[in-house]
């Protein structure tokens, strides 16, 4: 039995996959800091995959001992899409290992929010102690000072 031919059009695109994606591309080539540290790179890949095709029959009633069928071509085709995101770096060194996350400039927004949070714990502090240390120097003109 031949191979119908959406079947060479699957093939190719999945071997064109596997081409693209392999183990080295979700952990990376690990590169060695000078100071020691083992830096491992690890994405996330995902991947879509699309395949069809249709077989076109004419049929031609013009002859009196049945139908003739004229066969035309097949037509098809197939895609794939492949996206590679940073999920973070495994640091592995001095005794320790360590993954370090990637959440795509989330972490600077964070660490701006986190900053202006401890701005504002830092400025209300202040303002506490200030507002303490007036009511204490009054305390005490008050005991000093009676009227």
């Known amino acids: 039995m031949?191979?119908?031919p959406?079947?060479?059009?699957?093939?190719t695109t999945m071997n064109?996959?596997?081409?693209?994606?392999?183990?080295?591309?979700?952990?990376?080539?690990?590169?060695?800091?000078?100071d020691g540290l083992v830096i491992i790179p690890?994405?996330?890949?995902?991947?879509?995959?699309?395949?069809g095709g249709s077989e076109f029959n004419k049929k031609?009633?013009?002859?009196?001992?049945?139908?003739?069928e004229l066969k035309l071509p097949f037509g098809g085709g197939s895609g794939a899409g492949v996206s590679v995101q940073p999920?973070?770096?495994?640091?592995?060194?001095?005794?320790h290992i360590k993954l370090l996350t990637v959440d795509e400039g989330n972490t600077a927004l964070a660490s701006l929010f986190d900053f202006?949070?401890?701005?504002?714990?830092?400025?209300?502090?202040?303002?506490?102690?200030?507002?303490?240390?007036?009511?204490?120097?009054?305390?005490?003109?008050n005991v000093h000072n009676p009227s």
Do not use: C, W
Not at 16 to 33: A, C
């Open 116 to 141: 202006i949070n401890k701005l504002a714990d830092s400025i209300q502090q202040s303002i506490k102690k200030e507002k303490q240390y007036k009511n204490e120097r009054e305390n005490l003109d």
């Open 87 to 95: 999920v973070g770096f495994i640091v592995a060194g001095n005794g």
């Open 60 to 68: 031609n009633n013009s002859s009196q001992n049945g139908p003739d």
């Open 16 to 34: 064109s996959l596997k081409e693209m994606v392999d183990v080295n591309t979700i952990v990376g080539e690990p590169v060695q800091s000078p």
């Open 2 to 4: 031949t191979e119908h």
């Open 6 to 11: 959406i079947e060479g059009l699957m093939k």
């Open 42 to 51: 690890v994405s996330k890949i995902s991947f879509g995959f699309a395949s």
